[in-house]
């Protein structure tokens, strides 16, 4: 699978992005997909994940209640809409596709195919 991050750039705190990923390659709709994201100097973190048939998500703390992931198998993408967003959300932002029809992974390990990362940065 390769998978096509986009959507990042620029916004002011409280501020909203939608980040897409474009998957092709092999039948999207088999895989589970997740959104993580790597802040300069720190590790990698799970942000969003989002079951093979779109049935079931799962979110990081922080996050809870601003961002919701969705996917779209009929266009082979996964979004990721951010709102509220806070400079503590400055990352690079990764897609991910795992195995399907097994729960949601929330660890990097859980994901085989990784996009490119795109960049959001949230001034204050």
């Known amino acids: 699978v390769q998978l096509q991050a986009s959507g990042g750039g620029l916004v002011q705190a409280g501020g909203s992005l939608r980040l897409s990923c474009a998957a092709s390659g092999r039948t999207f709709s088999f895989y589970n997909m997740g959104w993580f994201r790597q802040a300069p100097g720190k590790e990698r973190e799970f942000v969003a994940g989002i079951s093979w048939n779109g049935g079931s998500t799962y979110y990081t703390d922080s996050v809870k209640g601003r961002f919701t992931i969705s996917r779209d198998n009929a266009e082979s993408t996964v979004y990721l809409q951010m709102n509220s967003l806070k400079p503590e959300d400055t990352a690079a932002y990764y897609c991910?596709?795992?195995?399907?029809?097994?729960?949601?992974?929330?660890?990097?390990?859980?994901?085989?195919?990784w996009g490119q990362g795109t960049l959001v940065t949230v001034s204050s």
């Open positions: 991910a596709a795992g195995r399907g029809f097994i729960r949601v992974g929330m660890t990097a390990n859980s994901y085989d195919y």
